[in-house]
């Protein structure tokens, strides 16, 4: 016995020296990259050591950072400490539940009381206010709500469905009309996959569904026969895998509408970015991580699309990053779609609305970013 | 610098052991000082110069105690530097919150010049009196070198969270000592078990812990879990640190005491309080409490000695009421322990008197964590029912669930039963218990690469 515990003191110490010298001498043979796509910021390079910033503290705070920025494969470091979460249990990282059937859903976070009220006000003042447009709310339920069976058992999640109620209920004395989707998500839902499983936005076969719901309020075309179902990454994965940590090796479909011939033209104009296509989709996208930014780019201040539809109805669209897959189907139905984005939207919308020539108007959000928005209010009100 | 960093485990330690074990033997002390001056400076270089300061005056006080014959001129010496050192200590540790408080309490404006804290300051403030008592007591010789004393009162792995070392325990080993390549392996074996107590254990209780202070809504489970997730947390946080101090020293060649004793087992607080933290509590009973008289007085003059040291010792843990509140909940404890409870307790079975012992050492860390005693009072009703989100709501369930293992395995190592099944495990089948050292230690460089983990930017958009 003795000698065994003499045999592992001394093999562990070798283990210990081993182990800590094949990372050093990869951590100074290897070349420190510049970004993390996955944590999708730059990281910390090697600091420079100057007396000054020795003294200060900065020199050994960035050096610190460095050391863990430039750690040898630490991205796979971080893979096995989630894994290591779940082999302990845990179900939910960074506000992110581990669902079943592969799905990662983002925990709702509700609102504060004086924020609700603020945010509510302002959208009751504005489409009061403008009480002469045709007007729509679409605020989408996220995963947490339509797949809350998937849920971990016991999750302890926000109470979307209270919120989602509320809005119901306080914008019914206003003239908009509301559109619920929860019914006809619930029913397609065991046949229809309706959300990413590593991302936090619907599919586009769930935009399709929430554009089938609108058309009927609306008065749009009723069917999307003029778009093809394209299949145009297997390689996403979504941002809620790089925020929890888990499921990191997990990549899933990407699936687009494209519009077909029997569908309008388009012309769609960036307008802060000066920039003009044909295409409501941007093909480079594919090639990076943020494979959602396919559609319409990603997300701009004022995007104006004209089609070859000539029926005079135009409409203004304020919307989250949920509107820009649900968006090309929008183009059967309109002659204009001015959409704006509150969050990076700097202008005065009045005046855009007058110059546009605007007579519908469509909120659309998800639930999780509404709540969160304090951006939409201030462009409103 | 810490010693859950990359940085410290993958750098500095490596390099610092590297030089020490290759130095000649005469300049092992200077490569020890001078890593220790550099793992003091990392970050807030400013305080080196006023540990250094404590290191000159404490050392010529050694020298002068020494050269000193008559008695009055050797209590004069002592006297002078155990002002200096507390004065040190209470300007430091203590300016801000005796002005504060004086400022409510009398409506005065002195001024706050709100210093940070001079990291370990309470250690080797504590560390530099005993040697300087113990060479008065004539205990020891005083040291002659000033870097080997520079080197027992800076050394890197216990300046900053203890152990407090007492010079007489090292004295020799400053001198003369080595290690075997064995006796690295032991010490790594504790530095392992430390950094998972602390990387894998302490962090990921801590986050329990505060996720239910932060619960607006608390139910009675859910505020005695968040207790319990504490207590954890305090003692592997604390016990990792000491167990990663000692097995460095051991690498370095130094054997430092025990500090921790599996405290949660204790059948009493008095008994706690041999457990915990050991190296503090016999510092206070060697230089404070059997200096007033111990025990071998009146009964009066004993609970009075037991209160001025449980003052002082909840004091010693940080500048705030609540740690005085907590040293005064524990003088209270012990009293009652010594004159009233005592016999009652010791004939309880020994599963009721652990328990009891820690129900009141763990309410005990709800007045220690929160340093506003309104937040205070509001945990504290909770527990009993006041003010609570009823009984056990989801919220409670979730988290049990989520750290059901954790607490599991925690409440696991506050036994000695794992350790000792791991020497068994060490002496058996030694390749494989290398395995899993090995694992432990990929484990905690996993989450501490993670620590760094911060993605954001598009995530919401």
Not at chain 1, 67 to 85: C, E, G, M, N
């Amino acid at each position: 016995m003795k000698k065994k515990r003499l045999l592992f003191l001394r093999a562990t110490a070798i283990m210990v020296l081993a182990l800590v010298a094949l990372l050093d001498v990869a951590f100074l043979i290897h070349r420190d990259r510049a970004t993390s796509p996955l944590e999708n910021r730059n990281l910390q390079q090697r600091p420079a050591m100057t007396l000054q910033g020795l003294l200060s503290g900065r020199f050994e705070s960035r050096f610190d950072s460095y050391v863990s920025d430039q750690f040898p494969l630490r991205d796979h470091w971080i893979a096995l400490k989630s894994t290591l979460d779940r082999l302990a249990g845990r179900t939910e990282s960074n506000g992110v539940f581990l669902g079943r059937d592969g799905y990662l859903i983002q925990d709702f976070k509700a609102p504060s009381e004086a924020d609700y009220r603020r945010t509510m006000d302002a959208l009751v003042d504005f489409l009061d206010r403008h009480d002469d447009l045709a007007q729509y709310v679409l605020v989408a339920p996220t995963a947490v709500t339509v797949l809350s069976d998937a849920l971990p058992a016991l999750a302890d999640a926000g109470d979307e469905v209270g919120y989602i109620h509320r809005l119901a209920e306080d914008l019914s004395e206003t003239p908009a009309t509301f559109i619920d989707l929860r019914p006809a998500f619930a029913e397609a839902k065991a046949s229809t996959q309706l959300y990413y499983r590593t991302d936090h936005h619907w599919t586009s076969d769930g935009a399709r569904l929430a554009y089938l719901e609108l058309a009927r309020a609306a008065s749009l075309p009723g069917d999307t026969d003029g778009f093809e179902r394209r299949l145009l990454s297997n390689r996403f994965q979504g941002t809620l895998s790089a925020v929890s940590g888990f499921r990191m090796n997990q990549s899933e479909d990407l699936w687009a509408y494209i519009p077909g011939d029997g569908t309008p033209q388009t012309v769609v104009t960036w307008v802060s970015e000066n920039r003009r296509s044909a295409s409501l989709y941007r093909e480079e996208s594919l090639d990076t991580r943020d494979k959602y930014a396919v559609f319409l780019g990603g997300n701009f201040p004022q995007i104006r699309i004209e089609t070859t539809v000539n029926n005079g109805r135009a409409l203004l669209i304020l919307k989250d990053s949920y509107a820009n897959c649900l968006i090309p189907f929008l183009t059967t139905g309109y002659q204009k779609l001015v959409v704006v984005d509150p969050r990076y939207f700097t202008g005065d919308l009045e005046v855009l609305m007058e110059a546009e020539g605007v007579n519908e108007v469509l909120i659309l959000y998800n639930a999780e970013t509404l709540a969160e928005d304090t951006a939409l209010r201030g462009d409103i009100e | 610098m810490v010693f859950s960093s990359l940085h410290f485990l993958y750098i500095f330690l490596p390099m610092v052991m590297l030089a020490h074990r290759f130095a000649p033997r005469r300049l092992r002390n200077g490569v020890l000082l001078v890593a220790s001056i550099w793992f003091y400076a990392w970050g807030e270089p400013v305080y080196v110069g006023l540990m250094l300061f404590s290191v000159a005056w404490n050392y010529l006080t050694g020298l002068q105690l020494g050269a000193a014959a008559r008695h009055s001129r050797r209590r004069a010496v002592l006297a002078g530097a155990v002002v200096v050192n507390l004065a040190v200590l209470g300007f430091f540790k203590y300016y801000g919150f005796l002005v504060q408080t004086l400022n409510g309490a009398l409506g005065l404006r002195l001024p706050d010049y709100q210093l940070p804290l001079p990291i370990g300051i309470s250690f080797y403030t504590f560390q530099a009196l005993s040697y300087v008592i113990d060479v008065y007591r004539g205990t020891t010789k005083p040291q002659g070198s000033l870097v080997d004393f520079a080197t027992y009162i800076t050394m890197f792995p216990q300046l900053v969270a203890g152990p407090i070392v007492k010079y007489t325990d090292i004295e020799a080993q400053l001198r003369k000592r080595g290690a075997t390549l064995a006796q690295v392996g032991q010490g790594l074996e504790r530095v392992i078990l430390g950094l998972s107590k602390k990387v894998l254990l302490a962090n990921n209780l801590g986050l329990l812990a505060d996720a239910m202070r932060a619960s607006p809504k608390l139910s009675v489970l859910s505020a005695w879990l968040g207790a319990a997730a504490y207590a954890l947390q305090i003692y592997f946080d604390f016990s990792g640190y000491s167990d990663m101090a000692i097995g460095m020293g051991r690498m370095l060649g130094f054997t430092f005491a025990e500090n921790f004793d599996y405290p949660y087992r204790a059948r009493s607080v008095t008994e706690f309080w041999r457990r915990w933290h050991i190296s503090l509590s016999s510092w206070f009973r060697d230089y404070v409490y059997i200096p007033l008289g111990g025990n071998r007085v009146g009964a009066g003059r004993h609970m009075l000695n037991l209160l001025v040291v449980w003052l002082l010792t909840g004091l010693w843990h940080g500048a705030s009421w609540n740690f005085v509140l907590w040293g005064l909940y524990y003088a209270l404890l012990l009293i009652l322990e010594k004159y009233l409870t005592g016999g009652a307790l010791s004939k309880l079975p020994a599963g009721a008197a652990r328990a009891l012992t820690l129900l009141l050492v763990t309410v005990g860390w709800v007045i220690f964590s929160n340093t506003d005693f309104a937040a205070m009072g509001r945990y504290l009703g909770c527990l009993v029912g006041i003010g609570s989100q009823g009984f056990a709501d989801r919220a409670f369930m979730y988290a049990l669930r989520s750290n059901a293992l954790l607490l599991a395995f925690a409440a696991l190592c506050c036994g000695p039963g794992l350790r000792q099944w791991q020497l068994k495990l060490t002496g058996r089948l030694p390749l494989l218990a290398v395995v899993l050292f090995a694992a432990l230690l990929v484990a905690c460089t996993a989450y501490l690469v993670h620590g760094s983990y911060n993605p954001f930017l598009y995530f919401r958009f």
